[in-house]
């Protein structure tokens, strides 16, 4: 297996270090570098040409929100990974919108932020458990910033209607299980669904279905 190169952004020294230290001697992960701020992160990422970028979403100079919306923009293939204390609806939903394939918080064990890494660079997106459940909260209310919004006219989706049933429940942050049970199909059904849905709307990932589903009113 090839190593998964990591860049490390936090403006704490020890933070970054300590971080550092950890992921080092896991299997297959190499960290190539640390930044202090969005500033430094988006200059080391076009030097390094990192997989995953670990970034913490407070920090001075530009916050870790406005430069994962850069080096997305600028390295579609690097995967941004949210690392941070905060847990607020806003920083979530904003930091998945700007592209991050996840978010976690800092007192996640090494052995599981290792994994996290892994499971990043290879596509799947990563929650914390207890940001998963404010992410639905605030999806629920609209914008997760507490403002309300205009209800855009309708959209052309081309999804089937029970896509449209598989749909609403991703967006309600119900598993592949779940949906199976609810909808009494087959676990391989949903799947083939997911990947329908996807494709169809041009998304990335689950999270990226659940915001769409809420901010084009189709749920």
Known sequence: MNNIT??????????????????????????VGTAVD??????KSQELHPDVILMDVRMPVVDGITATVRIRQQQPDCQVLMLTTFDDEEYIVKSLQAGASGYLLKDIPAGDLAQAVRLTHSGIYQLDPSVAGKLVGALG????????TAVPPPIEHGL?????????????GATNKEIAEKLVVSEGTVKNHVSSI?????LRDRIQAALYAHEHHLI
């Open 198 to 202: 996807l494709s169809t709307l041009g």
């Open 6 to 31: 990591v860049l490390i952004v936090d403006d704490q020294r020890l933070v970054r270090e300590g971080i550092a230290s950890l992921l080092d001697i896991q299997e297959g992960i190499t960290v």
């Open 160 to 172: 089937t209607d029970r896509e449209l049933e598989v749909l609403h429940l991703i967006a309600t």
């Open 141 to 148: 209310r609209g914008n997760g910033g507490g403002e309300e």
């Open 38 to 43: 969005g500033q430094e992160a988006i200059t």
